[in-house]
């Protein structure tokens, strides 16, 4: 069967310290991959987008890394502060004959403490 | 929230009752989309749009009927509301490419 899975435990971690989050996925052929961030009572707010043939992506303090191989993603969170904590979510983009599909996975709460 | 706003923001409904939900974009999105999100499910699609009069099914689509008369309207109906669609209902537009979202605050509905 098809599934997106992302850690269902909560994580927490120490200011300053390296978050990394997981999402790896069965039976699918993405186009891409979407990183999104969500606080309690707001919509999920995008973060980053890695196409199928990229292998990493940076954004400021972020970093995605994208293995089509192992199907998985990782999302590093480096220096991380209390501000980061939230749920995150990744999403596949998959083709649907003439439209793309986005499959989303359940989210990771991340707690990083001061 | 990138210029979409849900309303209600809230609303509490008795089973058999028709609710409509209003999403209005500034951002001149041509896909507009709606949601649910629930525990253990994560974001399902209930129906989208591609333009003004073209609306199609998600995967979620029972129960919900949806009419997108302008660019930055997307309105979602429940006929007549049950139990089981108590949710949390989020907007989203598809941006200039149709690949990441931009979502809206959100609109909790309680059906009794």
């Known amino acids: 069967s098809q599934k997106i899975e992302q850690n269902s435990e909560a994580l927490n971690i120490q200011e300053g310290k390296t978050a990394t989050l997981t999402c790896n996925y069965t039976?699918?052929?993405?186009?891409?991959l979407q990183w999104y961030r969500q606080d309690p009572g707001r919509g999920p707010v995008f973060l980053l987008l890695?196409?199928?043939n990229e292998k990493e992506k940076r954004k400021e303090r972020l970093k995605v890394t994208f293995d089509t191989t192992l199907k998985q993603s990782l999302f590093h969170i480096t220096a991380s502060q209390p501000a980061d904590s939230a749920t995150y979510l990744c999403?596949?983009?998959?083709?649907?004959?003439?439209?793309?599909?986005?499959?989303w996975g359940l989210g990771t709460s991340l707690a990083v403490n001061p | 929230d990138a210029g979409i706003t849900q309303s209600p923001r809230h609303k509490v409904t008795e089973t058999g009752t028709p609710v409509t939900l209003r999403c209005h974009q500034t951002?001149?999105?041509?896909?507009m989309y709606w949601y649910r999100q629930d525990p253990g499910h994560g974001l399902r699609l209930i129906h989208y749009?591609?333009?003004?009069?073209?609306?199609d099914k998600g995967e979620v689509s029972d129960g919900y009927s949806v009419s997108r008369s302008k660019t930055e309207d997307f309105l979602l109906t429940l006929e007549s509301a049950t139990s089981s669609q108590t949710s949390v209902y989020f907007c989203?537009?598809?941006?200039?490419?149709?690949?990441?979202?931009?979502f809206g605050s959100g609109t909790q509905l309680s059906v009794l």
């Open positions: 989203a537009t598809g941006g200039p490419t149709n690949e990441k979202l931009f």
């Open positions: 951002e001149n999105h041509r896909y």
């Open positions: 749009s591609y333009g003004v009069k073209d609306t």
């Open positions: 039976n699918y052929s993405p186009a891409y």
């Open positions: 890695i196409r199928e």
């Open positions: 999403a596949l983009g998959i083709n649907a004959g003439n439209n793309r599909k986005l499959i």
